[in-house]
């Protein structure tokens, strides 16, 4: 791949948008920093990337992605301190994610190094949109799109790699309470589960909407052959906790790699957990609700960082789940991850990008 024309391009804003931000009622995802990344891809290589101010594209309405959703996307954080240093968690693990998505959609690879490059560049110009604020971040979004005017199927022969960011609060503003899934599928075996492309959350918008018109935020899906193993939750990966083993589904072409995921499982063995990584039962977890043996359970994904789920229904029946006050586990692990993210602990696994 060639790699050799990736000097960028910047040009900067005239004006920052920055002071009509309300900083104290940030919604996830619709606050947008000054300026983006912009890197095509023609006749075999990837063209001068650019960063330009933050705005609309213009598409011809045959653009592929727009009918057939060939597009990947990665989420990522940064994260400031009080001294304004930036931190970038684990950004080489969403690069390789990224290519992983971009080699099972038919579409070109970006080199790790440069990836993380690109996002290092965009974020410091935008640096001043990073909030200092407790649980407050930028939210990193790097998508690729198909953009061939054209109507036939086939994969794009031209793309856009681009990037955005935007200042955000929680996804999550309070315990989630999340369904089971016995009957729609995320992901099936062979297919793009383990992909983080726009398809796969199309699919599931349906069956998340019956389950939200029931009072329930997320769904935990089900492996697609007998609806008897647990997944993931779309927006998050999910981890119990049974007496002192921490349980989660193993990664595999249905679950998506998460980096939080990835993260916490690695901490709980440091701190002397064991771990399972296995399939796992929607029955086991029921089994250990009614025995009062679960004694956590939550969501981890960079947008959903830690979130504890409150309620799980299952076959018509809430369960709940004890008082997040008494969850050990999920709160020391979410608080060492916000000390790590912003700098304040030792950087021990060697996670961090600082500039
Ligand atoms: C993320 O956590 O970054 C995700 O991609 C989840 C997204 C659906 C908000």
């Known amino acids: 791949m060639a790699t050799d024309n990736m000097q960028l391009e910047i040009t900067k804003i005239d004006q920052s948008r920055i002071n009509s931000v309300d900083w104290d009622n940030l919604p996830f995802g619709k606050v947008?920093?000054?300026?983006?990344?912009?890197?095509?891809?023609?006749?075999?290589?990837?063209?001068?990337?650019?960063?330009?101010?933050?705005?609309n594209l213009s598409l011809t309405p045959a653009t592929s992605v727009l009918h057939y959703g060939q597009t990947i996307f990665e989420g990522m954080k940064a994260y400031k301190n009080k001294e304004g240093e930036v931190f970038l968690f684990r950004p080489k693990q969403n690069a390789k994610r990224f290519n992983q998505s971009a080699t099972r959609m038919c579409m070109p690879e970006i080199p790790e190094d440069v990836f993380v490059d690109f996002i290092k560049t965009l974020v410091?110009?935008?640096?001043?949109?990073?909030?200092?604020?407790?649980?407050?971040?930028m939210y990193i979004r790097p998508f690729m799109i198909a953009t061939d005017p054209y109507v036939g199927i086939r994969p794009s022969s031209t793309y856009k790699f681009m990037i955005f960011t935007c200042p955000v609060g929680s996804y999550y503003t309070e315990p989630v309470r999340v369904k089971i899934e016995t009957e729609y599928t995320r992901a099936a075996h062979g297919g793009t589960g383990a992909a983080k492309a726009g398809g796969n959350y199309a699919a599931s918008l349906y069956p998340a909407k019956l389950a939200q018109e029931q009072g329930y935020q997320q769904l935990i899906w089900t492996d697609a052959q007998e609806h008897k193993y647990i997944e993931e939750a779309g927006t998050m990966n999910v981890v119990f906790?049974?007496?002192?083993?921490?349980?989660?589904?193993?990664?595999?072409?249905?679950?998506?790699?998460?980096?939080?995921?990835?993260?916490?499982?690695?901490?709980?063995?440091?701190?002397?957990?064991?771990?399972?990584?296995r399939k796992v039962t929607v029955e086991e977890i029921i089994t250990a609700i009614k025995n009062n043996e679960l004694v956590d359970a939550f969501g981890a994904g960079t947008a959903a960082t830690i979130a504890p789920i409150q309620t799980i229904n299952?076959?018509?029946?809430?369960?709940?789940?004890?008082?997040?006050?008494?969850?050990d586990f999920s709160n020391k692990v979410l608080e060492y991850l916000n000390l790590y993210k912003h700098g304040k602990t030792e950087d021990k696994f060697n996670w961090i990008v600082k500039f």
């Open 32 to 55: 947008f920093s000054d300026h983006m990344l912009i890197m095509d891809y023609k006749d075999g290589a990837w063209q001068k990337p650019s960063i330009e101010p933050f705005e």
């Open 124 to 137: 410091d110009i935008d640096r001043m949109w990073i909030p200092e604020k407790e649980g407050y971040s």
């Open 241 to 277: 906790q049974i007496g002192n083993r921490i349980i989660t589904p193993k990664s595999s072409d249905t679950i998506l790699d998460g980096v939080t995921r990835k993260s916490v499982i690695e901490i709980a063995r440091d701190w002397g957990y064991e771990i399972e990584e």
């Open 314 to 327: 299952f076959e018509g029946v809430d369960y709940e789940l004890p008082e997040v006050s008494s969850r």
